[in-house]
């Protein structure tokens, strides 16, 4: 028999509906992969074999009983541990929220289980979503699949390291600043930031509540968005939810065909600090492009190069509100608490202990941004570039279908390269971060290794809101092109764990 | 622009709720002087004639009907509480001894 945990989740889903294989042994599969490599990878925080093998079970009854399964039925997945789990503890990568279990399901949590999809557990994160590297998990970082002693990305480091690793074919990320996007770019995988407000945010545990997205990460465009369609939707819990229909993912997935498409390449994203094999496999995508039949032309977007500076005040000064709610009153942690202590005190030190540097850096910094007499200058002017920056994007799709850039300026750097070096980590988020600004769709899928270290590069897409089903259009004709070329999908090339 | 001062963060550390500890007062003065200064760039191209975006939706405020619905019980609202007693939070002093 074939290696299960090779299976896409397209494959993995026609498998067990044709009952060639059940959804318990599907499941057995991957966590017997987790058992295996875990340890060193440490893509998850905590594996729920009970819940997922519970979960399988259900599935296989369902057949039995000769009821339709939906597409991704069956099909086991990583789930970002930002996302509320009933009965299945949640921490969001802090020390603040160690053994907090939550009492209700978020919406994109439910979803996956109405959909049969098997949860195996919760994957490493940076605490609270706030890095690009994994290492400001409370719970010690994650690997790379590709060189264990360099980082997965960040924030969802744990959740694209299982998809490298094989622990699940299907994962699910939030994407801020690029934490799907770049975690995607540095393993080999494909991870998508949906329109800002396409798939609910209730149950998210908040980070900054106007660029915060869910979305699908997976080892092909096709399994991508197969879960997309799964996740996405208006949700009356979410106020900030989309009310309208998702877009055709995944008959845009299907269909990877660019001829006739106009794609615009971003001037500003490329030369200085970015790596020449990146930079290599970026123009080689270009070319491929142009080979099946896209115009490619040149876009400019000058405001692009203020959105890093204005995310870091936006994000910051959003946090600083958002985690308010951690007081060690209602929930998570509480020290000091011995009868002498009021509660500001308490809260004070509860914070002190139960948050990362990274954390309260951000805190601070947000505080900073939106205080009296420094509020015009930095969060003021931080909201007037966020209007700069979508009109840049409105006039560059004015002439073109989708944008297209590197989706990070490096390939994957050594763990703790940069850990004490905030503004040297914040540039791993340089072209992701405009997309987040503006609320549009965007996707980074696998276009080769940098010859200079034999690392996975990225290629973003870049589409206007609510026309996702263009990232899939280009991402399925880049996949295709790339495998036929290289023989077989990237990762494979991946050295065994 | 002037820097970020021990003091300052320390008030900063205030206002945010964290007991820091006086070596990561010094820390973090030298790291936000270094990420303020560099994120200080946005007033460059912050136009007056700019206006300002919030959220990348145009959205007004969204309501529900006014309809009861299933929620948590209090058990399951207190939870992941601290303390809890007699169906409520439990918190420490608030308000001064007399």
Not at chain 1, 123 to 142: L, R
Not at chain 1, 322 to 351: H, I, K, P, Q
Not at chain 2, 25 to 47: G, K
Request: aromatic residues 6%; hydrophobic residues 40%.
């Amino acid at each position: 028999m074939t290696d299960i945990t090779r299976w896409t989740a397209a494959e993995t889903a026609e498998a067990i509906a044709a009952g060639k294989v059940t959804a318990v042994e599907v499941a057995q599969a991957h966590l017997d992969r987790i058992a295996a490599v875990d340890e060193k990878v440490h893509a998850f925080l905590h594996v729920d074999r009970e819940g997922a093998l519970a979960q399988a079970r259900a599935v296989d009854e369902k057949r039995a009983r000769g009821e339709k399964l939906g597409p991704l039925a069956g099909v086991p997945l990583a789930l970002k541990d930002v996302f509320t789990t009933q009965g299945v503890p949640t921490t969001a990568g802090s020390k603040i929220l160690e053994g907090w279990v939550p009492p209700y399901d978020a919406t994109l949590t439910k979803r996956l289980k109405d959909a049969d999809v098997v949860i195996l557990g919760k994957t490493n994160m940076d605490e609270f979503a706030m890095g690009s590297s994994t290492e400001n998990s409370a719970y010690g970082p994650t690997g790379n699949p590709w060189d264990l002693t360099r980082i997965p990305g960040g924030s969802g480091g744990g959740s694209a390291a299982a998809l490298a690793a094989y622990e699940a074919p299907l994962a699910i990320g939030t994407d801020t600043g690029g934490s799907i996007r770049q975690p995607g770019a540095v393993t080999g995988t494909v991870g998508v930031k949906p329109t800002y407000g396409a798939v609910s945010r209730y149950g998210l545990i908040a980070f900054s509540s106007s660029l915060d997205q869910g979305g699908p990460c997976a080892r092909t465009v096709l399994d991508a968005a197969l879960l997309h369609e799964v996740i996405a939707g208006h949700d009356p819990l979410d106020s900030t939810s989309v009310d309208a229909p998702v877009p055709p993912v995944v008959e845009a997935a299907r269909n990877g065909d660019v001829r006739g498409m106009r794609i615009g390449v971003v001037k500003e994203f490329g030369g200085e600090g970015y790596q020449a094999g990146v930079m290599q496999r970026f123009t080689e995508s270009v070319e491929l492009l142009r080979e099946l039949g896209a115009e490619v032309v040149e876009v400019s977007c000058p405001s692009f190069t203020y959105a890093l500076p204005a995310y870091y005040l936006i994000a910051p000064s959003e946090c600083s509100s958002n985690l308010a709610r951690f007081d060690a009153m209602r929930y998570g942690l509480r020290t000091g608490d011995d009868g002498t202590r009021s509660a500001e005190e308490v809260t004070a030190l509860t914070r002190e202990a139960g948050f990362g540097p990274e954390v309260k850096r951000r805190i601070m910094l947000g505080t900073y941004a939106l205080s009296s007499g420094y509020y015009d200058a930095y969060y003021g002017s931080a909201q007037k570039v966020r209007t700069l920056i979508t009109r840049d994007f409105e006039k560059a799709f004015e002439q073109v279908d989708v944008l297209i850039s590197p989706t990070t300026p490096t390939t994957a750097f050594p763990i703790g390269e940069r850990a004490d070096d905030p503004m040297a980590m914040y540039l791993a988020d340089l072209c992701t971060i405009p997309s987040n600004l503006a609320g549009n769709a965007a996707m980074s899928v696998p276009c080769g290794l940098a010859p200079e270290d034999n690392l996975p590069v990225g290629l973003q897409i870049i589409a206007p809101a609510m026309a996702d089903d263009r990232l899939y259009r280009v991402g399925a004709a880049v996949e295709a092109a790339f495998t036929e070329k290289w023989g077989h999908p990237l990762l494979e090339e991946a050295p065994a764990l | 622009m002037p820097g970020i001062t021990r003091e300052e963060v320390a008030h900063l550390a205030r206002l945010s709720r964290l007991e820091l500890k006086s070596e990561e007062l010094d820390h973090f003065a030298e790291q936000l002087n270094d990420i303020v200064d560099a994120v200080a760039r946005v007033s460059e191209i912050a136009a007056d004639d700019v206006p300002p975006t919030s959220h990348p939706l145009p959205l007004t405020n969204v309501m529900r009907a006014d309809v009861v619905r299933p929620s948590l019980t209090p058990e399951q609202a207190l939870s992941g509480a601290p303390a809890a007693e007699e169906q409520r939070f439990r918190v420490p002093q608030i308000l001064g001894e007399d």
